[in-house]
């Protein structure tokens, strides 16, 4: 696969200025979207939204398994360790997550809470309540005996604290993508399943999409996909790293001590074990996702492999049994995905260094499925103006321009 990038031209003339205002007929674009994981769907869903005319291709049907947006939960926080400079991109996309549920009547976000949980001086609990405090946001510091009281999944040191955010939450990311993709074709997009994108090439009036079936023009192209941006990307090799995450399920040995309503998603950082946790969705097990532990680089979704070294299991089996004490500290499904990141961690979005009408939304380094409404906003700006005011300088793909191939 590759991006042509022979020809170029400049990006839309519309004088459409405002976020969701649709473009005028001869503005209207036709667009195709790469990618119908959350990211795509997202984009999708706000450039029809837009009045676009948008076709959605994916190598397997969406939702799917192979991507990055499966695996039954996903976390959505405010109060955020990476910094500061998400947190109103964030918070814009909750209320487009609460815009997405209302219109499809349905719930894929359930409120339940956030910790951050470790001892006071841990880099990632002074990070969260630094981010509190500079942006005044709500929380709630707990000690050791109180989290025992108020959240008895999580086994704590008496040297250890809790920093709950109550604008946290988890996710069922299948039953997100399809609210997207539905509601994305409410407004008016088409999806093309089982199509994989072979190639792009940019010419001076158009931008032709191969497929193995055929070419199609468009006016602009959305690359949203997610662990495969390699090649189609553009950017220059080794932007993008393919890392392997591992999960594992728990059995509950108190259901009620586990369910959302008792137990909010969390960071935990313990010297004996790091891990994200999430509450009972299934009636059977607790999801776990190891961090303490190196995630493997591999070089692509291909290399993804089910079989997890039994060290690393075993590593994530003693963590649980040592600060889950109502969990059976037994590992009985591992599962493992890969995600594209960065180097330095942030995603990147906006217009490819090779041609300003085909946009980037990649690279989402682990972080991508609780802001993908606003990426995909941020997207749909950029398709119809050129421009979007919401775009954040972190995310701008010129970071990595020198390394773009022409
Ligand atoms: C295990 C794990 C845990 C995570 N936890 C969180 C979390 O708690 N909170 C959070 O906010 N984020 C989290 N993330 C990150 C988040 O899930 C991802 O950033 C997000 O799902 C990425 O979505 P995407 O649409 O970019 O990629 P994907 O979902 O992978 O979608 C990309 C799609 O593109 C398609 N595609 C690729 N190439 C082509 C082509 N050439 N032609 C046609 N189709 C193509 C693929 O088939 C795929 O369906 C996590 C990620 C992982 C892997």
């Known amino acids: 696969m590759s ?12 004088t459409d200025s405002a976020a969701g205002t649709s473009p005028t007929a001869a503005a209207q674009k036709r667009v195709a979207v790469v990618g119908g994981g959350i990211v795509g769907t997202m984009a999708a869903w706000q450039l029809a939204q837009r009045g676009h005319t948008v076709t959605v291709f994916d190598q397997w049907n969406t939702p799917n398994d192979r991507g990055a947006s499966a695996g039954e ?4 926080r405010t109060l955020y360790k990476e910094g500061p400079e998400y947190v109103a991109f964030i918070q814009r996309s909750g209320q487009k997550w609460k815009e997405l549920e209302a219109a499809q009547d349905t719930q894929v976000l359930e409120w339940c809470g956030g910790l951050t949980i470790g001892r006071p001086d841990h880099p990632d609990v002074t990070a969260v309540l630094e981010c509190a405090d500079e942006l005044n946001l709500d929380h709630r510091v707990l000690d050791a005996s109180a989290m025992r009281e108020e959240f008895p999944a999580y086994g704590v ?3 250890e604290i809790g920093v709950l955010d109550p604008n946290a939450g988890v996710f069922r990311p ?8 539905d509601e994305s074709i409410r407004q008016g997009a088409t999806y093309r399943p089982y199509t994989e994108v072979l190639h792009i090439r940019p010419f001076p009036d158009r931008i032709m999409v191969h497929t193995a079936e055929g070419s199609d023009a468009f006016d602009s192209v959305v690359l949203a ?9 553009g950017l220059g ?8 995450l591992v999960g594992s399920w728990f059995p509950v040995r108190d259901l009620a001590v586990h369910e959302p309503a008792r137990m909010p998603i969390s960071i935990r950082r313990h ?6 946790a999430f509450p009972c969705l299934d009636g059977v097990g607790v999801k776990v996702l190891t961090h303490h532990l190196d995630w493997p680089p591999i070089d692509g979704v291909r290399d993804l492999a089910r079989f997890v070294d039994p060290a690393f299991v075993r590593s994530t089996e003693a963590a649980v ?4 004490p109502h969990l059976d500290p037994t590992a009985v499904r591992v599962s493992t995905w890969t995600e594209g990141f960065t180097p330095d961690g942030a995603p990147i979005v906006g217009a490819s260094p090779v041609d300003d009408r085909i946009v980037l939304a990649v690279g989402m380094s682990g972080q991508g499925f609780k802001f993908s409404p606003m990426v995909g906003s941020v997207v749909a700006d950029l398709v119809t103006t050129g421009s979007s005011s919401d775009a954040l300088d972190i995310m701008d793909p010129a970071r990595f321009t020198s390394g773009a191939s022409s």
């Open 3 to 14: 991006t042509d990038t022979a020809t170029h031209s400049s990006t839309s003339t519309s």
């Open 73 to 76: 939960s996903r976390i959505f």
């Open 157 to 159: 040191d008496d040297d």
């Open 174 to 181: 299948e039953l997100a993508v399809l609210a997207a993709r």
């Open 225 to 233: 996909t997610g662990p495969w941006a390699g090649a189609l990307s």
């Open 237 to 244: 090799d080794g932007v993008i790293r393919n890392k392997q």
């Open 271 to 276: 010297p004996e074990g790091a891990f994200s």
């Open 321 to 324: 049994e040592r600060l889950m």
